[in-house]
């Protein structure tokens, strides 16, 4: 009977077995990678590797250490793998964004007549979620069915994860409500998934009633909750959702802190954003691409160059994320050597290959400085296919730099591609009706009626009070509308006599002077900042947020209002903030 039993029972005592164990979980949770390969080495000597549960905590040791591939050579040395070890290299690939490979050995587990259990079914649909694989995902959950684990609350939340982050909603709220029992993680991940979506009212009615039921809450749920007031510009509600996070400790956690520097930052309070990050003690990555995004959208460019030298010397990796914040940051200012540097940098050090989101944000960079060629060559350059943003990002330095026939050649590439964007349309259009081309312009615009689509309208908004007003050019509905339309007269009177003199130029339709004049007069931010100077107390900051771009004329308009009136008006666009305070804006004209 003894000669089936491995050696190693014999070689190594009792207690020295459970210590390596110990000692090999040890090194897992504290990431200690050099006590772990030494550990490695005398598990290796001493025979130990043959004892199943050694084995499962080697390959997750690696797992945690992002040494997926290290793992895996562990499990191929594995004489006896049992479920736990199959779930353990399982498991390992979907943390480590190996997600094909988790999903392959899933199919190589069962193909061995062995069945996957609670601990193996999560981690394949998280695999689905990471490449957006619904069917496969729907695969896995009938797997669940199956197998009798659909029922499970970690199965059961980790298909509601997965559902939410592929895009299927209603049937993540379908497993949500069908499971027997949920806990904070499942609550986490419905709340995150409306978030995602767009649906933020769901999003904050499932985040009260979470509340209500008594639920404690985790950081995940407040941070998903807090990015939803982030992306609504709800500073307040963002504001008191902070006090509940400092109330239940959960004001230290990086997640809670990288969401409220985003919640900060679109609202326009880059200061309310650095102190996030400042007493965030623990910072992840995810803080700080928030804190780069942050500085690079209120054109703190310096800022970003020195963030990112920090992080590095923090010993944090960056990631292509972290790239594009920088990349955007360059283009923002107009620093085109310093822009290179880092996209070279990116590739060359970090082995980080450019997306085409990191193509676009070169070509802006190099467009908007006048460079229009040299874009041009790194789109013929570019070694995969240049996207609709690409495309557009000329396009739109053509229209800055009055191109039109560069702008056209753009344009013609973009619709090469298929079905493009109405914003693609109306880009093109301005190119046009910019360069005095209204004929032309028109023609791009019919292009996007034939297709039964609308531009998008301009729209500017102000939150007051939990309570947020929105303006569209020109209109009178809002309540105050009379006090709003007097204050814009009033105002105009000082501008003229500070200097202002509207510039029509930026009315791209072919109308008479005065037409263009009174268009211009009353586009969106000018109503909202109408209503802010006379709604807010003059010590306030006026904060405006706007769907579109801002036109040439508003954003020196909105220069001049600062001065009469020495307030401090922050706009954020599409693309950015401005901060106007005594004449001057943080951009510098350049945007």
């Not at 240049?386 to 800055?400: F, Q, R």
């Not at 209002?561 to 307030?567: A, F, I, K, L, N």
């Amino acid at each position: 009977m003894l000669d089936n039993v491995p050696s190693a029972f014999f070689v190594v005592p009792c207690h020295n077995y459970h210590l390596i164990n110990d000692l090999l979980l040890s090194s897992a949770r504290s990431k200690s990678t050099a006590k772990g390969l030494q550990l490695h080495g005398y598990i290796v000597k001493s025979g130990l590797f043959l004892i199943p549960l050694i084995a499962n905590n080697l390959i997750n040791f690696y797992s945690k250490s992002q040494l997926p591939l290290d793992s895996l050579r562990a499990f191929e040395e594995t004489q006896q793998k049992s479920a736990t070890t199959w779930s353990s290299i399982i498991s390992c690939f979907a943390q480590n964004e190996l997600p094909w490979k988790s999903l392959d050995f899933l199919r190589k587990m069962m193909a061995g007549n062995l069945r996957p259990d609670d601990r193996v079914l999560p981690s394949a649909t998280k695999s689905c979620a990471i490449l957006s694989r619904y069917d496969i995902g729907r695969s896995v959950h009938c797997l669940s069915m199956k197998t009798g684990y659909e029922s499970d609350v970690f199965v059961g939340t980790s298909l509601v994860d997965m559902y939410g982050k592929c895009g299927e909603i209603v049937d993540a709220r379908k497993v949500f409500d069908e499971m027997p029992q949920r806990n904070v993680v499942t609550w986490s991940a419905m709340i995150y998934g409306y978030a995602q979506m767009g649906e933020n009212v769901e999003a904050l009615l499932m985040f009260k009633e979470a509340l209500f039921d008594n639920l404690e809450v985790n950081d995940h749920s407040f941070s998903s909750v807090i990015s939803v007031c982030a992306n609504s510009t709800l500073l307040e509600l963002g504001r008191q959702i902070q006090g509940l996070c400092i109330k239940s400790s959960f004001d230290s956690s990086s997640f809670v802190g990288s969401s409220l520097v985003s919640l900060y930052s679109k609202c326009g309070v880059l200061e309310g954003a650095y102190q996030a990050f400042h007493e965030t003690p623990v910072k992840n990555l995810g803080i700080w691409n928030a804190m780069l995004k942050a500085c690079a959208q209120h054109s703190h460019v310096q800022e970003v160059i020195e963030l990112f030298k920090k992080m590095k010397r923090s010993g944090m990796k960056p990631n292509f994320i972290t790239f594009l914040n920088v990349l955007n940051a360059c283009s923002h200012a107009g620093l085109v050597d310093e822009g290179r540097y880092y996209f070279d940098l990116m590739k060359e050090e970090y082995r980080i290959e450019p997306t085409d989101k990191h193509y676009a944000s070169l070509v802006d960079m190099l467009a908007r400085a006048g460079k229009l060629q040299e874009a041009l060559e790194v789109i013929t350059n570019m070694p995969i296919d240049p996207t609709e943003s690409v495309w557009g990002a000329l396009l739109t330095g053509c229209t800055l730099h009055k191109n039109t026939e560069l702008a056209a050649f753009a344009a013609d590439k973009v619709f090469e591609l298929g079905p493009v964007s109405s914003g693609m349309h109306i880009s093109l259009s301005n190119a046009y009706a910019a360069d005095g081309r209204f004929e032309d312009a028109a023609k791009a615009r019919k292009l996007l009626r034939d297709r039964g689509e609308k531009k998008e309208t301009g729209l500017s908004w102000v939150e007051e009070r939990n309570k947020v007003h929105t303006f569209a050019a020109g209109e009178r509905r809002h309540e105050r509308s009379k006090e709003i339309y007097e204050k814009l007269a009033e105002l105009g009177e000082e501008m003229e006599k500070a200097g202002y003199v509207a510039d029509t130029s930026f009315v791209l339709r072919e109308v008479g002077g005065d037409e263009k004049n009174q268009t211009i007069r009353y586009h969106s931010e000018r109503l909202a900042i109408a209503f802010g100077l006379i709604t807010f107390p003059a010590d306030r900051p006026i904060r405006v947020i706007k769907n579109l771009r801002v036109c040439g004329d508003c954003h020196n308009a909105i220069k001049f209002m600062s001065v009469c009136t020495g307030r401090v008006i922050i706009v954020r666009d599409n693309n950015r903030f401005h901060r106007f305070e005594g004449g001057k804006c943080s951009c510098n004209d350049y945007w």
